[in-house]
């Protein structure tokens, strides 16, 4: 190689040089995906609920273990709660068979069964007897689930509330009044419970922070409906290690955070809780 074929020091080569396609390629491939380190990382929007806190037990996890949430439009939580507790029960415990149970068949039996045979199998509740579904004690219902079960949604066709004919679903419910969160805990580490409480407008406003049920200053006789009545479906804590139980409402999507809600108790609260017996 000659002087004049050299390049000039710190200068660039004569004529142009010609780049393997290979190490274009690459380089074009780096300037589109920089190394991770390099990209902006997504920030941490605190989680579901925004605030940092972690939910540990939750049977949204668990297929076919909850129902969707629906928008009830009369007083019959009591019914819907039962019910779908009654469906998650048997779907955890035989997963071969999925499983759904008409809510408005207990509210049949337990509240219109002086009606008609025509008006007592209309699935349709009317506004008129808005008044009179509303149920006072969880134990007769309780009682006719685990004697005469509950009515089987049909794949298929309709099925009528009051019909004796078709699958009924059957379990052993107990009942608690005001009991410790341990023993709430313990209850659905082995599936949704139901537990009715005193509720307000903070309850119906509840978005993403955390609803504190009240205390009880005079202890409820077993049973008692007070309020409303939702489906607990997990448990989790605070970023301060506060325990705080998630439930699942029967308002609809547009409640909570898409149906879903979380809630304090303590040893004061006043509750009825129902849980299946396994």
């Not at 955070?257 to 040893?267: K, T």
Request: proline share 5%; net charge positive.
């Amino acid at each position: 190689m000659g002087k004049d074929d050299l390049p000039p020091l710190g200068g660039k080569p004569h004529g142009k040089e010609k780049v393997p396609n290979q190490i274009r390629k690459d380089a074009d491939a780096a300037r589109k995906n920089p190394p991770v380190e390099d990209q902006q990382q997504p920030q941490d929007d605190g989680g579901e609920f925004g605030d940092g806190s972690k939910v540990s037990q939750d049977w949204r996890d668990t297929p076919n273990a909850l129902p969707k949430v629906i928008r009830q439009k009369l007083e019959i939580c009591w019914a819907i709660v039962l019910a779908h507790m009654l469906q998650a029960i048997l779907n955890i415990t035989n997963t071969k068979d999925y499983v759904e149970f008409l809510y408005d068949d207990l509210v049949v039996h337990l509240k219109l069964k002086k009606e008609t045979k025509k008006q007592a199998q209309s699935s349709s509740l009317t506004k008129k007897k808005a008044k009179t579904l509303k149920l006072a004690n969880l134990q007769k219902a309780v009682d006719h689930i685990a004697v005469n079960g509950l009515l089987k949604e049909k794949c298929s066709g309709s099925a009528k509330p009051g019909s004796k004919t078709g699958f009924h679903g059957k379990w052993q419910f107990k009942i608690e009044t005001s009991p410790s969160v341990d023993f709430i805990k313990d209850k659905v580490n082995i599936s949704p419970v139901a537990i009715a409480f005193e509720v307000d407008a903070n309850f119906s406003a509840l978005k993403q922070n955390i609803y504190k049920v009240r205390e009880s200053t005079q202890p409820l006789q077993h049973g008692v409906v007070e309020g409303h009545a939702v489906l607990i479906v997990g448990y989790g804590y605070t970023k301060e290690r506060q325990l705080f139980f998630l439930v699942q409402n029967s308002w609809g999507e547009s409640w909570g955070v898409q149906g879903f809600g979380r809630i304090f108790i303590d040893e004061s609260s006043r509750t009825t809780l129902v849980y299946p017996v396994v």
